[in-house]
C-alpha cells in the first residue's frame, strides 16, 4: 500500500470523508450501547436531547464547551509549530492557581481592574509552565511530548499540596478545597439563573484572536513556517527558537485562561477536580477543527455536546456515561483518517 | 541514621522489585516498538486496559495465566489499531498514540461500568502468590528480593532476556533494528517494513498490557481507574534513559523503582515535615531529569517517528 | 571467440513497453531494454530523464503503468523487491542502503535467513562473506561497524550484499557520484572481474567518460524515452552526448572579468564537526565578479563551507570577514543582512518549505525587512511580489497560491533563485544549484549566476559535478578532506591533476 499526494483534494472529498469518519464514530458507539443493552437510536435521541433540547441542555453545552474552547486553542497554536504541548492539564490548573491566589483578597483592587490583572498573571503562569519543556526541547532535546506529559502529574499533586496547605480553605470541613474568590474576581453570569458564564465570551474573544494572529501577523506566519519545516525556516532566517519560546507562552497562557474562567466563572474556587480532562481532551478539539481556531469553537462545542449529552442519557437510559469519552477518543482516530484520505489517494499497488 | 538503614531492610527490596516489575514489561513494549521505528504513546491507555482485561478474565472465573493472555491479546489488538493508523496511513505516531490511550482508557471504564453497573467498591481476585526459590530465597536481604516473588516478576526478567536475545542475536531482531534505523535497508532486503513494525507494535503493546495486568493480578487484587497513574510515560523515559538497549533499560528500570521504593519509607520517616505530595512528585521529577540528562548523548533509532513510504526518497 | 559469441547470445533480463507516470509527468515511456550475459549496459541520461524510476521499476519498489518484465526467461511479478531478488536481481542504490547500527556482517545477512530462526547463523555468514569478498577482491572486515566505514568500503558492502544472495545481474545507480576518480578506477575493475564471471551489470550513469571507459554497449534515455542504443566500440562521446541532450548546448558565456575587491574572505577558518567533514585552517578570498568553485567529491567540507556561508555554522577558529568586517553574532540573518545570498543543496527539505504556497515561500528571507509593519504581514504587497519573481524568473505556476511542492524541481530552483538574487546580492552562495534539474533549467540558472556575476557579484559554486564547475568557473579551488587548495585560474590545472588532488594528494594549500 502506497499514499500519493492529490495535488487538488477535491471539495466533495473534503466533505465526505469527515461526514465518513462522524458515521464510523456512531457505529462504533452504537456497537457499544447495544453492548449495554439499549437501543442506539433512542440512545441517540436522548444525547442530543441532553445537549440540545432545550435552552438549559443548550447552555450547559456552551458552559461546558468553555473550558474546552481555552485547551484546543493551546493545543492548535502549539501543534502548528509542532510544539507537542499534551500538558495543557496542567497550564489550566496553574491558571487556576492563580486565579485563587490573586483573587481571595490578595489584590484588593474593582473588578475591571483586577480580572484583567489576574488574566494577565494566569497568561503568563501559565505560559512559563509550557516554557520549561520547550527550552528543555531546544537546549537539550528533550522530547516535549514526554515532559510535558509528567508535568501533568507534578502539577496535579502541587495542587494537591496546596489545598491541604497554604491554601486550604480553613472553613473548607477538612475537604481539599481553597476558600472562594472574592465576587470582584468572579465573572458574571451572561443569562441569569443559569451557568453560563462571560468566560465563554473571553473564549469567543481568544478563538478570533488567535486566528488573526495565525493568518495575519509575522508571528502566525513564523509559526506555520517552523511548524511545517523547522530546518527550512531555520535557513532562512526565522529565529526558530525564539518562535517556539513564543508559541509555548501563547500556548501554555491559553491553556491557563482555561483554569481561569473555569475557577473565576464557574466554581469559585480550586478543587482537585476542577478539570475533567480538559487539557487531553483539548487535543481532540483542536485535530477535529484541523488546528483552525474558529473551528476550535465550533469543535469544543460538539464535543462538549456529547459529554452534556451523555450524561443526561446515561441517567435516562442507564447507558455508562463513559460512551461520550469512547466516542470523543474514537472521533479524533476516524477524523485523523479521514483527513489524510481526503488529501493522499491510497494505492494498494 | 534512619535514611540508610531502609536499604538494608528486605522489605525495602522486595517492595523495589515489586514496583519495577509492570514497568519492566511496559519498558521493554515500547523498546521493541520505538526500535522498530514507531512511539508508542497508546502505552498509557493500554497498560489500562491490560490491568482490567486481565483482571476481569480471572474475575469472571478464568485462571490467572488465561487473564495474563487476555491481557497481552487485548493490548496486541490495541496495538494493531495505532500500528495500521500510523504505518500503512502514515498518520502523526503522537496524536495516534495519545488517541489510542484515550481510547482504551475510557472504553475500559465504560466496560467496567457495564461489567459491574452496581458496586461502589471493586471486587476482589485471588492474585498470583509469592513463588519462593528453594535455597536461594533464604540468602539474607537479596534473597527474598530476587527469589521470593509472584511468577509474573520472574516473568518480567525472563522477557527482558527474550527481548535481548531477539533484538541482537536473531534475524527477526536484525530486521526490527533496522527498520528503525534505516527502513530502505530492510526494504532493498526484500523485508516488509510495515510488516515489521506492525509486528513490533503488536507484540510490543501486549507487553505494555501484561505490564498494565500485573497491577491488579500481583501487586494488587482489584482495578481501580487511575491505577496506572502516568506509569506508561514514565516508562517512555525510561527507554530514553536506557538508550534503547534491554540490559540498560532494565538497570533503569530497577533504578527508578529501588528510588521510589524509597521515598515511600522516606516518607513514613519524614513524613511530619514534608508534604507527602513532595514525595509522589518525586518519580515524574526524576524522570525528567533522567531525560534532560541522557538527552545529548542519546543515540536513538534514526528513522523513530518518520512513517515509512515505499520508494520514497 | 565462438565461445564469446554463444555467451553473449543469452538475454538474462528484457523490459518492454515499460512506462510510468507520476500525476502529470511520464518518467518512463514505452522503454524496451534487454542484457545478455557477461555484459555491461549502461544506462546514460541526464538527471530527470527516467534513469532511476526506471530501475526502481525493475527492482520492484515502483509498479509500472505499463510493460512487461522478464528475467532468466520468466516473468517478474511488478512490485515485489522481494520477487526480484528471487530472480538473481541485486540493486546498489545512489543512496546507500544500509543500516549503520549495525554490522557489516549484519547488514548483509539482514533478510537472507529465516526471519522465524531463534539465532543467526553469524558462522556460516562470516564464511560465505570471506569466500565472496576473496572470489572478487572486496575486502571488508565483516565485524565492523556500518557507521565507520567509508563511502567506498560502504560501496563494497552493497556489492557483496547482492552477491551474498547470488545475484546474476547487478544494477548499480550512479555508482560514482561518491568516489573519487582512484576509487572509481577500483570499482570498475571489480565490474570487469564480475562480468568474466558471468554476471551481466546496468550502470546507471549522466558521465559520459565512464560510459566509455567501463559499459560495452550504451542505452540512452531522453525525458523518458529511449534516445537512441549504441556499442561503445562503435560510438563516440559526442554522439552520445547529443543523443543525451538532444540539442546543442551553448556553454555559457564565462568570458572572465576584471576581478573586483575581496566581498568575502575567510582566514585560516576551522569548522566543529557538527555537519560532516570539518573544515581545516581554510583560507577563501571571493572576489565581485568572479566565479569562484569548489570542485571535490561530496563530503569533504562542501557543507560545512556552505553553512558558513549560510549563516548555520560559525567558525570555531580563524575569522570570517565581510567585506573587511567580521560581522558579529553570524547567522542566516546576519548573512541575509550582509547581502549574501544562499542557493541551498536540498531544495526541497531547506530552500522551501514545501506545504506553504509560492508567496509564503519568496517572502521567508525578507518578511522582516519589507513585507510586514508592526508586526502584521503584507499579504498583497507579499503577492505582488511572487508574481513579480514568477514573471521575472520565467516560473511556470498556476498562482501565488500554489503550494510549492507542487511546482516541478525546475520551477522550484528557479523561484529560489529569484529569492536569492532579487534584492541584488554582493555574495551568492551556489552550492549545486542544478543538481537534478533538466537541460534548459540548467542553462537558465547558469545563465543567472553569471548575470549576477557580471553586475559585480561574488559567486561561490559549489558542485561535485567537475564539468559544472570548469566550465563555469573563473578560478577553481579544490576541496578534500575539510581542506581547501589555493585558486588555480582556468585551465591551470588539468583534469586528472585536479583528480589527484580530489582524491587528498598533493592538494596545494595557499
Known sequence: ?????????????????????????????????????????????????????????????????????????????????????????????????????????????????????????????????????????????????????????????????????????????GWPQSQMVSTDARLPRIVEGRRLHYGFVIALVAAFAVWFVMKKTALGYEMRAVGVNAEAARFAGIPVNAVLMKTALISGGLAALGGFSEVAGLKGNLTLDLSSGFGYTGIVVAMLAMLNPLGVVAAAIFVAGIFVGADAMSRAAGVPSYIAEVMVATALLTMVTAIMLSRYKVRWR | ?????????????????????????????????????????????????????????????????????????????????????????????????????????????????????????????????????PYLSDIPVVGPALFNQTPLTYLAFVTVAVVAWVLYRTPLGLAVRAAGENPSAVEAQGLSVTGIRMGAVMAGSALMAVGGAFLTMSAFNSFFFEMVNGRGWICIALVVFGSWRPGKALVGALLFAAFDAYQIRLQQVAGGIVPYQAFLMMPYLLSIVALVLVARRASYPRALMIPYQKGER | ????????????????????????????????????????????????????????????????????????????????????????????????????????????????????????????????????????????????????????????????????????????????????????????????????????????????????????????LRGGRLAGERRTAETTRQELAALMVGQEVALPNAAPREAGPVLLELRSVSTAATAGTPLRDVALRLHGGVITGIAGVSGNGQAALAGLLSGTLSPRSGQLLVGDAAPAGWSPCTALDRGIARIPEDRHAVGSIADMSVTENVISERYRTEFSRYGMIDWAAARRFAERLIADY???????????????????????????????????????????????????????????????????????????????????????????????ARGEKSISELGEMMAGHGLEVA
Open chain 1, 1 to 173: 500500500m502506497r499514499l500519493e499526494p492529490k495535488p487538488r483534494p477535491s471539495k466533495i472529498a473534503l466533505i465526505l470523508y469527515p461526514l465518513g469518519a462522524v458515521a464510523a464514530t456512531l457505529l462504533i458507539a452504537s456497537l457499544l450501547v447495544m453492548a449495554a443493552g439499549a437501543s442506539p437510536l433512542s440512545v441517540f435521541g436522548l444525547v442530543i436531547k441532553g445537549a440540545a433540547g432545550s435552552q438549559f441542555a443548550l447552555l450547559e453545552t456552551l458552559t461546558r464547551a468553555t473550558p474546552l474552547i481555552f485547551t484546543g486553542l493551546a493545543v492548535a497554536v502549539a501543534f502548528r509549530a509542532r510544539l507537542w504541548n499534551i500538558g495543557a492539564e496542567a497550564q489550566l490548573y496553574v491558571g487556576g492557581i492563580v486565579t485563587v491566589v490573586l483573587g481571595t483578597g490578595l489584590l484588593p483592587l474593582p473588578a475591571p481592574i483586577l480580572i484583567p490583572v489576574i488574566m494577565l498573571a494566569t497568561i503568563l503562569a501559565g505560559g512559563l509552565v509550557l516554557l520549561g519543556p520547550a527550552i528543555l526541547k531546544t537546549r537539550f532535546g528533550v522530547d516535549e511530548v514526554v515532559t510535558t506529559l509528567l508535568l501533568n502529574f507534578v502539577v496535579l499533586l502541587f495542587v494537591s499540596m496546596l489545598l491541604e496547605g497554604v491554601l486550604k480553605d480553613p472553613m473548607g470541613l
Open chain 2, 1 to 133: 541514621m534512619e535514611f540508610f538503614d531502609i536499604l538494608f531492610t528486605a522489605s525495602f527490596w522486595v517492595a523495589a522489585i515489586r514496583i519495577a516489575s509492570p514497568l519492566i514489561f511496559a519498558t521493554m513494549g515500547e523498546l521493541i516498538c520505538e526500535r522498530a521505528g514507531v512511539l508508542n504513546l497508546g502505552i498509557e491507555g493500554i497498560m489500562v486496559a491490560g490491568a482490567f482485561a486481565g483482571w476481569v478474565t480471572v474475575y469472571a472465573g478464568g485462571d490467572l495465566w488465561t487473564g495474563v493472555a487476555v491481557a497481552a491479546l487485548v493490548g496486541a489488538a490495541f496495538g494493531l489499531v495505532h500500528a495500521t493508523l500510523t504505518e500503512p496511513f502514515g498518520l502523526s505516531q503522537h496524536v495516534v498514540g495519545i488517541g489510542i490511550t484515550l481510547l482504551a482508557t475510557s472504553l475500559t471504564y465504560f466496560t467496567y461500568r457495564i461489567v459491574l453497573p452496581q458496586v461502589s467498591s471493586p471486587p476482589r481476585i485471588e492474585p498470583f502468590r509469592n513463588w519462593a526459590v
Open chain 3, 1 to 220: 571467440m565462438a565461445d564469446d559469441t554463444a555467451r553473449q547470445a543469452q538475454t538474462v533480463l528484457r523490459l518492454s513497453g515499460i512506462t510510468k507516470r507520476f500525476g502529470a509527468l511520464t518518467a518512463n515511456d514505452a522503454i524496451d531494454l534487454d542484457l545478455k550475459r557477461g555484459e555491461i549496459v549502461a544506462l546514460l541520461g541526464e538527471n530527470g530523464a527516467g534513469k532511476t524510476t526506471l530501475m526502481n521499476i525493475l527492482f520492484g519498489h515502483y509498479v509500472a503503468d505499463a510493460g512487461a518484465i522478464e528475467a532468466f526467461g520468466k516473468p517478474l511479478p511488478p512490485g515485489d523487491p522481494r520477487a526480484a531478488l528471487g530472480a538473481g536481481i541485486g540493486m546498489v542504490h545512489q543512496h546507500f542502503t544500509l543500516a549503520d547500527n549495525l554490522t557489516v556482517l549484519e547488514n548483509i545477512a539482514l533478510g537472507t535467513q529465516s526471519i522465524w530462526s531463534p539465532r543467526l547463523d553469524r558462522t556460516s555468514a562470516r564464511a560465505r562473506i570471506a569466500r565472496l569478498s576473496g572470489e572478487f577482491g572486496l575486502s571488508i572486515d565483516p565485524s565492523r561497524a556500518v557507521s565507520d566505514l567509508a563511502v567506498g568500503e560502504r560501496q563494497r558492502v552493497e556489492i557483496l550484499k547482492a552477491l551474498y544472495r547470488d545475484a546474476r545481474i547487478l544494477i548499480l545507480d550512479e555508482p560514482t557520484a561518491v568516489l573519487t576518480p582512484g576509487e572509481t578506477e577500483a570499482l570498475f575493475a571489480t565490474l570487469k572481474l564480475l562480468v568474466a564471471q558471468g554476471l551481466s551489470i546496468i550502470f546507471i550513469s549522466h558521465k559520459l567518460k565512464e560510459v566509455m571507459a567501463v559499459a560495452d554497449r550504451v542505452v540512452v
Open chain 3, 394 to 488: 520565467d516560473v511556470k505556476c498556476p498562482s501565488p497560491e500554489t503550494r510549492i511542492r507542487l511546482l516541478s524541481g525546475g520551477n522550484m530552483q528557479k523561484l529560489i533563485l529569484g529569492r536569492a538574487l532579487d534584492p541584488d546580492p554582493v555574495v551568492i552562495l551556489a552550492n549545486q544549484p542544478t543538481r537534478g534539474l533538466d537541460i534548459g533549467a540548467v542553462a537558465y540558472v547558469h545563465a543567472r549566476l553569471i548575470e549576477a556575476r557580471d553586475r559585480g557579484a561574488a559567486v561561490l559554486l559549489i558542485s561535485e559535478d567537475l564539468d559544472e564547475v570548469l566550465s563555469l568557473s573563473d578560478r577553481v579551488h579544490v576541496i578534500a578532506d575539510g581542506e581547501i587548495s589555493r585558486p588555480f
